[in-house]
């Protein structure tokens, strides 16, 4: 009888490994629907041969026997079929190869309860077995993977070399994904809303036309990456590297970038309305058209960055470095500027109405042709700068440096000179 009873065992083993392995790719690559009630129907022939062949074994027949109902979701199914799979694996190898009794789950050499109780308990604890537990226990994703449209949310691959690998249009919402390596990644379309890639490796990957609104990015390297269109509402990249990165017309709005590296950065059309950039570099950063209505970017800097026809309404650039930028026809209504360096600014037909100015270092700057009515401009230095056919209507210049400047009227500025003539207001130091 006990060789009858192994024969079935050795004869079906083959086929289990096999279900076995299959289940574990589909864990591992996240293909979970459909391939649950494939792998129930799988388990099921198979645990019903060897039953049959040990029908006195009540851990063969009972313990081991699925018993969920169909409408259960596939991750359920799928877990549980692993769980049941692995203990029959294991359990007919020692019958196979073993000398003495094996020793099975929960104790069963002490038989202080039933097979019927241990069942329950096993069941149980399958049934506990949530979406979210399941992911973090058996995803592995490997690198130069295809995981197109697979659905990764709440994944634990921390840490994880994954680069060179494809989640276009993949879900990976609230992923933890922290000091994981995406460098070289297909991630256009993907969803990585709320997820934690903090000090990630996104170098070089494609992000075009993600959506990533409340992510953690914070410290993460995204250098060379391609953000097209990305949508990062609310997400946190500060101290995050950008150089080179090209966010065209990206949604940035309440993104924090502080002390953020965006070098060479393409932000052209870009929305940052709202977004905070204290301390942030963006050298050579191009942003023609962006939108950055009420950012505050104190201290800040954009030597040699274009923000040509940019909207800078109402931002804080108190203390930031201007040098050599572009903000022609530029909108700086109302922007807070005291302090900030525009050495040599390029900012002709700005509109800078209501501006403040003050402090401000204004050497060798373009101002042909700006709207400075009402600006604040007490105590800025505008050594040399040019103001031919500027609006200087209420502007104030109490203080102000105005040596070698070209006033308005194309006349180089004399000490002594009263202001009031172009409809300024207060007396320069000279």
Same mark, same amino acid.
């Given at each position: 009888?006990m060789?009858?009873?192994n024969?079935?065992?050795?004869?079906?083993?083959?086929?289990l490994?096999?279900l076995?392995?299959?289940?574990?790719?589909?864990?591992?690559?996240?293909?979970?629907?459909?391939?649950?009630s494939?792998a129930?129907?799988s388990?099921?022939?198979?645990h019903?041969?060897?039953?049959?062949?040990?029908?006195?074994d009540?851990?063969?027949?009972?313990?081991?026997?699925y018993?969920?109902?169909?409408?259960t979701k596939?991750?359920?199914?799928?877990?549980t079929?692993?769980?049941?799979?692995n203990?029959?694996v294991?359990?007919?190898?020692?019958?196979?190869?073993g000398d003495?009794?094996p020793e099975?789950?929960?104790? !069963?050499?002490?038989?202080?309860?039933?097979?019927?109780?241990?069942?329950?308990?096993?069941?149980g604890?399958l049934?506990?077995?949530?979406r979210?537990?399941?992911?973090?226990?058996?995803?592995?994703?490997?690198?130069?993977?295809?995981?197109?449209?697979?659905?990764?949310?709440?994944?634990?691959?921390?840490?994880v070399?994954?680069?060179?690998?494809? !989640?276009s249009?993949?879900n990976?919402?609230?992923?933890i994904?922290e000091?994981a390596?995406?460098?070289d990644?297909?991630?256009?379309?993907?969803?990585?809303?709320?997820?934690?890639?903090?000090?990630?490796n996104?170098s070089?990957?494609?992000?075009?036309?993600?959506?990533g609104?409340?992510?953690?990015?914070?410290?993460a390297?995204?250098?060379?990456?391609?953000?097209?269109?990305?949508?990062?509402?609310?997400?946190?990249?500060?101290?995050?590297?950008?150089?080179?990165?090209?966010?065209?017309?990206?949604?940035?709005?309440?993104v924090?970038l502080?002390?953020?590296?965006l070098?060479d950065?393409i932000?052209?059309r870009?929305?940052?309305?709202?977004?905070?950039?204290?301390?942030?570099?963006?050298?050579?950063?191009?942003?023609?058209?962006?939108?950055l209505?009420?950012?505050?970017?104190?201290?800040?800097?954009f030597?040699?960055?274009?923000?040509?026809?940019?909207?800078?309404?109402?931002?804080?650039?108190a203390?930031?470095l201007?040098?050599d930028?572009?903000?022609?026809d530029?909108?700086?209504?109302?922007?807070n500027?005291?302090?900030a360096?525009?050495?040599?600014?390029?900012?002709?037909?700005?509109?800078?109405?209501?501006?403040?100015?003050?402090?401000?270092?204004?050497?060798?700057?373009?101002l042909?042709?700006?709207?400075?009515?009402?600006?604040?401009?007490?105590?800025?230095?505008?050594t040399?700068?040019?103001?031919r056919r500027a609006?200087?209507?209420?502007?104030?210049?109490?203080?102000?440096?105005?040596?070698?400047?070209?006033?308005?009227?194309?006349?180089?500025?004399?000490?002594?000179?009263?202001v009031?003539?172009?409809?300024?207001?207060?007396?320069?130091?000279?």
């Amino acid at each position: 009888m006990m060789d009858e009873m192994n024969q079935e065992a050795a004869k079906q083993m083959p086929m289990l490994r096999a279900l076995q392995k299959s289940i574990e790719h589909s864990i591992n690559m996240g293909i979970f629907s459909g391939v649950g009630s494939t792998a129930v129907k799988s388990y099921r022939g198979l645990h019903g041969k060897i039953a049959e062949a040990m029908s006195e074994d009540p851990y063969i027949t009972e313990t081991l026997a699925y018993d969920l109902d169909d409408d259960t979701k596939d991750e359920q199914k799928l877990a549980t079929v692993q769980m049941l799979l692995n203990q029959l694996v294991a359990y007919l190898e020692m019958q196979l190869h073993g000398d003495q009794e094996p020793e099975r789950p929960f104790e !069963f050499r002490k038989r202080k309860r039933g097979f019927e109780d241990i069942g329950r308990d096993l069941q149980g604890q399958l049934l506990n077995v949530t979406r979210s537990a399941l992911r973090k226990a058996v995803i592995s994703v490997d690198r130069g993977e295809d995981l197109t449209g697979q659905d990764l949310s709440g994944a634990d691959l921390r840490g994880v070399d994954m680069s060179d690998s494809n !989640f276009s249009g993949a879900n990976l919402q609230g992923a933890i994904l922290e000091h994981a390596n995406l460098s070289d990644c297909n991630l256009r379309g993907a969803n990585f809303s709320g997820a934690n890639l903090q000090s990630a490796n996104l170098s070089d990957s494609n992000l075009s036309g993600a959506v990533g609104q409340g992510a953690n990015l914070s410290s993460a390297n995204l250098s060379d990456a391609h953000m097209q269109s990305i949508n990062l509402e609310g997400a946190d990249l500060h101290t995050a590297n950008l150089n080179d990165a090209n966010l065209e017309s990206a949604n940035l709005s309440g993104v924090n970038l502080q002390a953020a590296n965006l070098s060479d950065a393409i932000l052209s059309r870009s929305n940052l309305q709202g977004a905070a950039l204290n301390g942030a570099v963006l050298v050579d950063a191009e942003l023609v058209s962006a939108n950055l209505e009420g950012v505050v970017a104190t201290s800040a800097e954009f030597t040699d960055a274009s923000l040509a026809r940019a909207n800078l309404s109402g931002a804080n650039f108190a203390g930031a470095l201007l040098v050599d930028a572009n903000l022609t026809d530029a909108n700086l209504e109302e922007a807070n500027l005291t302090s900030a360096n525009l050495t040599d600014s390029t900012m002709n037909r700005a509109a800078l109405v209501g501006a403040n100015l003050s402090d401000a270092e204004l050497v060798d700057a373009d101002l042909s042709n700006a709207n400075l009515s009402g600006a604040n401009l007490t105590s800025a230095n505008l050594t040399d700068a040019n103001l031919r056919r500027a609006n200087l209507s209420g502007t104030n210049l109490e203080g102000a440096e105005l040596t070698d400047a070209t006033m308005p009227d194309g006349r180089t500025y004399q000490l002594g000179m009263d202001v009031s003539h172009y409809g300024a207001e207060g007396q320069p130091r000279r």
